[in-house]
């Protein structure tokens, strides 16, 4: 099966690292992508936005010969969610990395400081403790020295969607910072930010507890889980029955809360 790879801010195709190699194992097709003004840190970001980016994964989308599975790592999970709108009948299952879809006339991020045309990584101090778990020195380190500038209208541009069918596409979140029943709750509570996922009509929720970068902190936990929801996407005959499979993974994840205890204790 094919599966699309899109990366989030400041990241490029190179960033999946060692979370492809399970997917290419079971089989897969893997397509990481790197963006539009993403090539390199001297590529042009001039006029590029958040359509840019949505209309550079529906190409690779048109492209297969088959529905494909759609993988966005935080920014990114506004991308493919806009690629489920404007393909839903192309996209056979959208997989959230730390990140949520984002609805219609929503902003990714309009708040990190931008140079021009360009959004740089910016310094730690600017991200939240939850973010950084697990991210080392080290792991700081090498982020810092593979990142690529983000174009500042792929932050700042409103979201576009049209066609509701895009709820009829299963997705699966893979949350790091949050725990299920964090997430769930906030739907309950119709937070703003959980609004666009509680519309979709068939979701669940898996759990890797780390920070916002598992592609870095737990690369192969995080391979393992999406080739583990990739194949029972590809090998089911119905959306039930993949759905029946991910709900087994669902519950394998939160089977040893030790894992998630930390999450839990902190927000007591």
Same mark, same amino acid.
């Given at each position: 099966?094919?599966?699309? %790879?899109?990366?989030?801010?400041?990241?490029?195709?190179?960033?999946?690292?060692?979370?492809?190699?399970?997917?290419?194992?079971?089989?897969?097709?893997?397509?990481?992508? &790197?963006?539009?003004?993403?090539?390199?840190?001297?590529?042009? $970001?001039?006029?590029?936005?958040?359509?840019?980016?949505?209309?550079?994964?529906?190409?690779?989308?048109?492209?297969?010969?088959?529905?494909?599975?759609?993988?966005?790592?935080?920014?990114? @999970?506004?991308?493919?969610?806009?690629?489920?709108?404007?393909?839903?009948? $192309?996209?056979?299952?959208?997989?959230?990395?730390?990140? %949520?879809?984002?609805?219609?006339?929503?902003?990714?991020?309009?708040?990190?400081?931008?140079?021009?045309?360009?959004?740089?990584?910016?310094?730690?101090?600017?991200?939240?403790?939850?973010?950084?778990?697990?991210?080392?020195?080290?792991?700081?380190?090498?982020?810092?020295?593979?990142?690529?500038?983000?174009?500042?209208?792929?932050?700042?541009?409103?979201?576009?969607?049209?066609?509701?069918?895009?709820?009829?596409?299963?997705?699966?979140?893979?949350?790091?910072?949050?725990?299920?029943?964090?997430?769930?709750?906030?739907?309950?509570?119709?937070?703003?930010?959980?609004?666009?996922?509680?519309?979709?009509?068939?979701?669940?929720?898996?759990? %890797?507890? &780390? @920070?916002?970068?598992?592609?870095?902190?737990?690369?192969?936990?995080?391979?393992?889980?999406?080739?583990?929801?990739?194949?029972?996407?590809?090998?089911?005959?119905?959306?039930?029955?993949?759905?029946?499979?991910?709900?087994?993974?669902?519950?394998?994840?939160?089977?040893?809360?030790?894992?998630?205890?930390?999450? $839990?204790?902190? $927000?007591?």
């Amino acid at each position: 099966m094919d599966v699309i %790879l899109v990366p989030g801010f400041w990241l490029d195709a190179d960033s999946w690292g060692e979370s492809l190699r399970p997917l290419k194992d079971a089989g897969h097709r893997v397509l990481p992508l &790197t963006l539009p003004g993403k090539e390199s840190p001297a590529a042009s $970001r001039s006029g590029i936005g958040l359509r840019d980016h949505v209309d550079a994964v529906v190409d690779v989308v048109e492209s297969a010969e088959e529905p494909v599975v759609l993988v966005g790592h935080s920014g990114g @999970g506004a991308i493919i969610h806009a690629v489920a709108d404007a393909r839903p009948d $192309r996209v056979a299952h959208c997989i959230c990395v730390d990140a %949520l879809p984002l609805g219609d006339g929503g902003i990714i991020n309009d708040e990190f400081p931008s140079d021009g045309d360009s959004i740089p990584l910016p310094g730690w101090d600017a991200f939240e403790e939850g973010d950084l778990r697990d991210l080392t020195d080290e792991l700081r380190e090498r982020f810092r020295s593979v990142a690529v500038p983000e174009p500042v209208g792929v932050a700042t541009e409103q979201q576009q969607l049209q066609d509701e069918a895009r709820f009829d596409v299963p997705a699966t979140v893979i949350a790091c910072e949050f725990t299920e029943n964090e997430v769930q709750e906030f739907i309950r509570r119709e937070s703003p930010f959980t609004a666009e996922l509680a519309r979709v009509k068939t979701m669940r929720i898996l759990e %890797l507890p &780390t @920070g916002h970068w598992p592609q870095f902190t737990r690369p192969a936990e995080l391979g393992e889980l999406l080739a583990r929801i990739v194949s029972a996407v590809d090998g089911a005959d119905s959306p039930a029955e993949a759905d029946r499979d991910i709900t087994e993974l669902q519950r394998e994840t939160w089977a040893d809360e030790s894992d998630t205890a930390y999450l $839990r204790e902190e $927000r007591d």
